[in-house]
């Protein structure tokens, strides 16, 4: 099957520029960069547990939807969780 081009001809010519280094370093953004790699770290940190108490029928049907999902339940559960709260779950 052959593979198909995601990127479009204003992608191309962004990357052709940078290769050819037509991009010149901002002032801020070795700040800029610490700072945002600084929020991601702790947007990901998981440094809270909680303990619930749920049905068996209703955990192995969060196992079993991880399963198809490919992830480990608890994931599963941290993500739905996630979203409800930033308001993303549909």
């Known amino acids: 099957m052959p593979k ?3 990127i479009d001809d204003e992608e191309c010519e962004l ?12 002032p801020k953004s070795k700040q800029l960069k610490k700072m945002l790699e600084t929020a991601a770290s702790n947007y990901l940190k998981k440094d809270a547990r909680i303990n619930i108490r749920i049905s068996e029928a209703d955990l192995n049907g969060l196992k079993i939807k991880a399963a198809e999902e490919g992830m480990p339940y608890q994931t599963l559960v941290a993500s739905v969780l996630h979203k409800f709260v930033s308001g993303r779950l549909a």
Do not use: H, M, P, Q
């Open 4 to 6: 198909k081009n995601f």
């Open 15 to 26: 990357i052709k520029a940078y290769e050819a280094g037509e991009f010149v370093e901002s």
